[in-house]
């Protein structure tokens, strides 16, 4: 008590009233026991959320997998690797792994767009803050909502026909009508909607850049392509593999956005819509519980590949 | 200097573009929900302006027919308890893991880590099993318990901040008589206002986002959240897009405001949470 730094005058404040209401000091033994089961109390709860909702549901799954459960019957049968090998092997059930393509495909080009969008930002630009929250906001905006935007934007006379119309371009072409089409207006969607995500990202990354180096190198003569080549590529380095990887494991597990404006007509179901209705329409636990466990494994790998090549991925930014 | 006005514009050049391509659909959505009925069917073209600009019947029309009220309620409820779950389960493991040296800690923060990798999405088909299991399908209680249990991200974001807080207030408590309890509550906790925030931000507008847990967990209309409710707009509107675009723009309006306002601690927030 006769100890006054400044800190403990801070603490003091808050704690004395309590200090004076506790108990004495129990005896030594029981405290040292006390003291160990301190930190389960405080991990009970979080503990017991983390196995019941995300590790129980894993081992079920897996379980589940090499059954024909229907999900609701109390009979089950163990049928081995059988719901794998029909996954495989039946066309129609792996087809759906090729719809990723598109948003893989897209997820290139929303990564460098938002590059681009963060590196011209991240200099001096007119009504900076206006073009950061336009290009942000749309990651906010309720999926439904989004689904409902594009679903009137795409649709026969809606917002790009009209459009389309203002150039002289008159056009009846059902842009949700031919799998091609749909799965291309669909990916263009997801840009839309997470282009703003990437892009805050990658500007938070160049803008905790120190600003001497930019000073520096203009005095060695370095234009904005070496610029961007030698002082912001290898800054934002963390945050683009992490980036990739959201794409990727975002790619083939997409199911808001098609499942909200088309439920996956004119072949843009996804793999993940494909697993929805096989457990909930079809009552096909088993199988989609299989699909469900691949789609696991594969995002996993990604992952883990990513933390192989970046071995050093501590993203300290701030 | 010609080259770098010209480069200039077209810098300008293409942030007009991406800010066209971003506000259109969003404008002809908002120009559509003030339509009349008779004004949608002339079929005048999406981007026509609305007769009458202060034409809120379809709001009206979707408000109640849509029910929105009892939408945003149940989206409230939500909210108050997964943000609040969320926050103190969050908190809570923070300080336990690094305040504390105990047995099996290594395999805990391994649990913790390898869960963050599991998309949510791939786990539901068995998630829903347990949930029905405790009988809380089709209840309010079933997202609350998931947004709660499942976010790994907030332990991250607490985390971050316990570790900046030096340990020397912890041990000067003790001194004072305080036990763990005290010290998580009247200084741990109280300094943890920054991430709190962060947290209610983030874990608001992801929870108030959300589309596939309440939908999966909550069939009956009563149960409606805001993105199931407006999902249903799908039957009954079918074409009447004034007020499904009515109703679309009234989802998306909360969301404009609180990003107006919290801007920064916005940016901030989500870059905390997805670079953890």
Redesign the interface.
């Given at each position: 008590m006769t100890d006054t730094?400044t800190?403990?005058g801070?603490?003091?404040a808050?704690?004395?009233a309590?200090?004076a209401a506790?108990e004495p000091?129990p005896a030594p033994r029981p405290a040292r026991l006390w003291?160990?089961a301190?930190?389960?109390l405080?991990?009970l709860?979080?503990?017991a959320?983390?196995?019941?909702?995300?590790?129980?549901?894993?081992a079920?799954?897996v379980a589940?997998s090499f059954t024909d459960w229907d999900?609701v019957s109390p009979e089950l049968h163990y049928t081995g690797a059988e719901n794998y090998a029909e996954l495989f092997t039946r066309s129609d059930l792996f087809e759906v792994f090729w719809v990723s393509g598109y948003y893989l495909a897209a997820s290139v080009f929303q990564i460098v767009a938002a590059l681009?969008?963060a590196t011209?930002?991240s200099f001096n630009?007119?009504f900076r803050?206006f073009?950061?929250?336009?290009?942000?906001?749309?990651?906010?905006?309720?999926?439904?909502?989004i689904g409902?935007?594009?679903l009137?934007?795409f649709?026969d006379?809606?917002?790009l026909?009209?459009?389309l119309?203002?150039f002289g371009v008159e056009t009846d072409r059902a842009w949700l009508g031919t799998p091609e089409s749909a799965n291309t207006s669909l990916a263009a969607v997801s840009v839309?909607r997470y282009l703003g995500?990437n892009f805050?990202?990658f500007l938070?990354a160049i803008q905790s850049i120190p600003g001497e180096l930019y000073e520096a190198a203009e005095l060695d003569g370095a234009n904005r392509w070496h610029q961007f080549r030698y002082i912001i590529a290898p800054g934002i380095k963390p945050?683009l593999s992490?980036t990739v990887i959201?794409s990727i494991?975002g790619s083939l597990?997409v199911?808001?956005i098609p499942y909200?404006m088309t439920g996956g007509a004119t072949g843009t179901e996804t793999f993940?819509i494909q697993?929805?209705k096989l457990?909930?329409q079809f009552n096909k636990?088993g199988l989609?519980?299989a699909a469900?466990v691949v789609?696991?494994l594969i995002?996993?790998a990604v992952?883990w590949v990513q933390r192989r090549l970046v071995p050093d991925d501590k993203?300290d930014?701030a | 200097m010609t080259r770098h006005a010209l480069a200039r514009t077209l810098v300008y050049l293409s942030l007009i573009a991406a800010t066209v391509v971003v506000l259109l659909p969003l404008a002809a959505v908002v120009l559509t929900s003030l339509k009349s009925e008779r004004e949608m069917a002339d079929d005048s073209g999406a981007l026509a302006l609305p007769g009458n600009p202060l034409n809120f019947h379809n709001y009206a029309t979707a408000f109640e027919d849509g029910r929105m009220l009892s939408a945003f309620a149940n989206t409230a409820v939500i909210l108050l308890f997964a943000i609040g779950g969320t926050v103190l389960i969050g908190s809570m493991t923070a300080y336990a893991i690094d305040r504390f040296t105990f047995r099996f800690k290594k395999l805990v923060v391994a649990l913790f880590l390898v869960a963050a990798l599991v998309p949510g999405v791939t786990t539901q088909v068995a998630t829903f099993q347990i949930v029905n299991s405790f009988g809380m399908f089709d209840s309010l209680w079933a997202p609350i318990v998931l947004y709660m249990g499942t976010d790994i991200v907030s332990i991250y974001i607490f985390l971050q901040f316990v570790r900046s807080i030096p340990t020397s207030l912890d041990e000067a408590a003790r001194l004072d008589g305080a036990n763990a309890f005290t010290i998580y509550r009247r200084i741990i906790f109280p300094l943890l206002k920054p991430a709190v925030a962060t947290v209610v931000i983030v874990k608001g507008i992801t929870t108030y986002n959300d589309f596939y847990i309440p939908f999966l967990y909550m069939p009956s209309e009563d149960l409606g959240v805001i993105s199931t409710s407006l999902f249903r707009f799908k039957g009954p509107f079918g074409a009447h897009w004034e007020t499904i675009s009515a109703g679309a723009v009234l989802v998306i309006l909360p969301t404009l405001i609180v990003f107006l306002l919290l801007q920064r601690f916005i940016y901030n927030g989500f870059m905390q949470g997805a670079t953890r």
């Open positions: 730094t800190e403990k801070v603490v003091k808050p704690t004395g309590v200090g506790l000091a003291r160990g301190t930190p389960w405080f991990l709860a979080p503990l959320l983390l196995i019941v909702f995300t590790y129980a549901p894993i079920n799954m589940y999900g681009y969008f011209i930002l630009v007119r803050n073009f950061k929250g336009v290009l942000f906001f749309p990651y906010l905006i309720n999926g439904v909502a409902f935007v594009f009137y934007f649709q006379g809606g917002t026909d009209s459009v119309g203002l839309w995500l805050v990202l938070g945050v992490l959201l494991s597990s199911f808001e909200i993940v697993t929805v457990a909930f636990t989609a519980s469900a789609l696991l995002v996993l992952t993203v930014l | -």
